[in-house]
């Protein structure tokens, strides 16, 4: 069987290798490991980070929106499959007829793997396929992998259409979250000592920690901006979602993504410093903004829970000034 690991040429020259985040996906038992957070939250570090040190052997396959036709899902798949036992493809076609070809495929080539030493396959960036019909292939897939020495993880901006509290009551389901994956102010320091052209104190920081919450694409976006200048008190000070990096990022990655009643809804209420329901419904005008709340809490897009029921939220203050 060939080993296949995320080389570290894979890695940004510039990670801070958190093993607090390492230690909770190597939990023993898992089946699935599911790794959420918003875009640029550093979902794909964290999980290359992980397994670049990790001695099991793993396939990874990143989605496109060509991946939502089942049948092009399912070629890359198995072409990442046999990247790790040579021969998975050719075992797991058969004579099967029609619509349950791909089914029967998936569980030939996940036997197959069993068979061996065991695996990991990731599928990163998951969000893409969501709603399509992809998904039940996705669904077939965790439904076949073994107890025993095969982990299924995925990498998505929002939760796999999976039913995880299937896993979570067998101890199956390991989970990092978007509150897992903020930088903490000693990790902010380390990262900003990757570049040696920034010359920031603690107190610089951990005012950049407080301002980005974290996010990782607001930390590296600082640095890019702080390189060579001289007036960094200045700059720590009014660094916002109008920074011109952290703007063009939101905007392609986020916004101009979103369909137009969702893009709507989040311009319509980034006026509010908390948001509910109501408070929603009478900004927008629209009768369901409960359901358009909870719809783009699900989806990641920078909404911060404010209470255990889940009732207010607020922007990520980045998201918001943008």
Same mark, same amino acid.
């Given at each position: 069987?060939?080993?296949?690991r995320?080389s570290?040429a894979? *890695?940004? #020259?510039?990670?801070?290798?958190?093993?607090? %985040?390492?230690?909770?996906?190597?939990?023993?038992?898992?089946?699935?490991?599911?790794?959420?957070?918003?875009?640029?939250?550093?979902?794909?570090?964290?999980?290359?980070?992980?397994?670049?040190?990790?001695? #099991?052997? #793993?396939?990874?396959?990143? /989605?496109?929106?060509?991946? #939502?036709?089942?049948?092009?899902? *399912?070629?890359?798949?198995?072409?990442?499959?046999?990247?790790? &036992?040579p $021969?998975?493809?050719?075992?797991?076609?058969?004579?099967?007829?029609?619509?349950?070809?791909?089914?029967?495929?998936?569980?030939?080539?996940v036997?197959?793997?069993?068979?061996?030493?065991g695996?990991?396959?990731? !599928?990163?960036?998951?969000?893409?396929?969501?709603?399509?019909?992809?998904?039940?292939?996705?669904?077939?897939?965790v439904?076949?992998?073994?107890?025993?020495?095969?982990?299924?993880?995925?990498?998505s901006? &929002?939760?796999?259409?999976?039913?995880?509290?299937?896993?979570? %009551?067998?101890?199956?389901?390991?989970?990092?979250?978007?509150?897992?994956?903020?930088?903490?102010?000693?990790e902010?320091?380390?990262?900003?000592?990757?570049?040696?052209?920034?010359?920031?104190?603690?107190?610089?920081?951990?005012? /950049?920690?407080?301002?980005? =919450? $974290?996010?990782?694409? $607001?930390?590296?976006?600082?640095?890019?901006?702080?390189?060579?200048?001289?007036?960094?008190?200045? @700059?720590?000070?009014?660094?916002?979602?109008?920074?011109?990096?952290?703007?063009?990022?939101? /905007?392609?990655?986020?916004?101009?993504?979103?369909?137009?009643?969702? +893009?709507? @809804?989040?311009?319509?209420? &980034?006026? *509010?410093?908390? *948001?509910?329901?109501?408070?929603?419904?009478?900004?927008?005008?629209?009768?369901?903004?409960?359901?358009?709340?909870?719809?783009? =809490?699900? =989806?990641?897009?920078? !909404?911060?829970? /404010?209470?255990?029921?889940?009732?207010? @939220? +607020?922007?990520?203050?980045?998201?918001?000034?943008?």
């Open positions: 069987m060939t080993v296949a995320p570290s894979h *890695l940004p #020259t510039h990670i801070v290798r958190r093993t607090r %985040l390492s230690d909770v996906l190597s939990r023993p038992g898992a089946r699935l490991v599911v790794v959420t957070g918003p875009a640029g939250s550093g979902k794909t570090v964290a999980v290359r980070d992980w397994l670049s040190t990790a001695e #099991t052997p #793993t396939a990874w396959l990143s /989605l496109d929106g060509r991946h #939502t036709d089942p049948e092009y899902f *399912l070629e890359g798949l198995l072409a990442a499959l046999e990247e790790l &036992s $021969g998975v493809h050719d075992a797991t076609w058969g004579d099967d007829p029609g619509d349950h070809a791909a089914d029967h495929a998936i569980a030939r080539a036997k197959h793997l069993a068979a061996a030493q695996a990991t396959i990731v !599928l990163d960036d998951l969000h893409v396929i969501d709603r399509s019909p992809t998904a039940g292939l996705l669904a077939r897939l439904d076949v992998i073994p107890s025993t020495n095969l982990t299924l993880v995925v990498c901006r &929002s939760d796999p259409p999976l039913q995880l509290h299937r896993f979570r %009551l067998a101890g199956e389901l390991v989970e990092v979250r978007e509150a897992d994956l903020r930088f903490n102010r000693h902010a320091g380390q990262f900003f000592a990757r570049f040696p052209q920034v010359d920031l104190d603690q107190s610089h920081v951990e005012r /950049l920690a407080e301002r980005t =919450e $974290g996010w990782a694409a $607001g930390l590296q976006f600082a640095a890019l901006s702080l390189a060579g200048r001289d007036d960094t008190d200045a @700059f720590v000070e009014r660094f916002t979602g109008s920074d011109r990096h952290v703007a063009d990022f939101l /905007l392609d990655e986020v916004l101009d993504r979103q369909p137009a009643d969702v +893009r709507g @809804f989040l311009l319509s209420t &980034s006026v *509010l410093d908390r *948001l509910r329901a109501d408070l929603c419904e009478h900004v927008t005008g629209l009768p369901d903004a409960g359901s358009m709340l909870r719809r783009v =809490e699900a =989806e990641n897009l920078f !909404l911060v829970p /404010l209470d255990d029921d889940r009732e207010w @939220f +607020r922007y990520h203050h980045i998201f918001g000034q943008l």
